[in-house]
């Protein structure tokens, strides 16, 4: 009987251990649809095609939610996972600056571009070559 008490215990606190070390990596990805289309009905003329973005990927390597979503108040990004997402059109003119705000397009190239070059390994994200994620 009192072996049986360890044993179920020993299972309990294993099994507590396991999910706690790997529930936290997959709260955040699966909180998000895994593709996202990236593209915005703003633009008259598209130079590129819209892309289609993958959460899993991102956070396999490392990013941070907070990374791209953002809300800002007196310079700080107060968003928080698990907060409403609005589209990037929402602050983001395609034509011209809103406030502090950068139009749609060098938003998006700051986010993209900015990211892949701090990564700084060509392989894992890949800066100079567009068409690899803009379909043509």
């Known amino acids: 009987m009192f ?3 360890v044993l179920l215990i020993a299972v309990i606190a294993c099994t507590v251990f396991i999910f706690s070390a790997v529930l936290p990596q997959k ?6 649809p895994d593709k996202v289309a990236i593209d915005s009905k ?3 003329k598209k130079t590129k095609e819209s ?3 993958s959460h899993g990927d991102h956070i396999k390597h490392g ?3 907070t ?3 953002h809300v800002y108040k007196d310079g700080k990004n107060v968003w928080q996972e698990g907060a409403g997402v ?4 929402e602050c983001h003119d395609a034509e011209k600056k809103n ?3 950068p139009n749609l397009k060098t938003a998006f190239h700051n986010q993209c571009q900015g990211c892949h070059k701090d990564v700084g390994d060509e392989a894992k994200a890949p800066v100079k070559k567009c068409n690899s994620c803009h379909k043509k």
Do not use: P
């Open 3 to 5: 072996n049986n008490r």
């Open 27 to 32: 709260s955040m990805s699966s909180s998000a």
């Open 42 to 44: 703003q633009y008259k």
């Open 51 to 53: 892309l289609t973005f």
């Open 63 to 65: 990013a941070a939610c």
């Open 67 to 69: 990374e791209c979503h």
């Open 86 to 89: 609005q589209k990037c059109g």
């Open 99 to 101: 406030g502090n705000a």
